[in-house]
């Protein structure tokens, strides 16, 4: 999914000129990295805002146009206002198609109606993480990772080392030896002492 972000170059820069801008429905950013200068930027408050509503946003390659010229970027970090629903700032990386990255990636999770410790068990699903640290190139980024619970009992979870990985990704967490679950599947207290008592009968 290609995602298109349009700026334009800011010159008056400080809190009284981003307060300003923020006003005439301008937002400031700035976009960095890539062996260039940082440049300050403004960008469209309506439309940045919707598209930090989307996941995919958060962890996909962007393109900048930016003077009539494109450059790749990934959002690395953005400010919203304390209460009120404005996008106060945001930051760029440009990213060197050479290098690898590091991005945070959402986890998808997929059949988890038909696991055995949901259909057999009663079970409720528990996700101990929604996403993760990946490292890869950045035209293998993914836009998120699936996790299947379709093999899943009750009292068992699901392991880092067990994700199927899109070619040329690696989970940061991994190569440090770290293999925490992702997911599990919990029995209610409720539903042991049900089946206690349906026993006794």
Sequence with gaps: MKIEIS???RTIQGTGA???LRRTGRIP???YGGGKDAAAIELDHKTMFYQLKSEAFHASILTLELDGAKEQVLLRDYQ???FK???M???FQRVDPNAK???KVPLHFVNADVAPGVKLSHGIVSHIVTEVDVACLPTDLPEFIEVDLANLAAGHSVHLSELTLPKGVELVALTKGEDQGVATITIPRGAIEAA???AQV
């Design 7 to 9: 700026a334009t170059p």
């Design 18 to 20: 981003s307060r300003r």
């Design 29 to 31: 950013g700035v976009i």
């Design 80 to 82: 919203m206002h304390p």
């Design 85 to 87: 629903p404005l996008v």
């Design 89 to 91: 700032h945001v930051d």
């Design 101 to 103: 990255v590091h991005m």
């Design 196 to 198: 206690a008592a349906e």
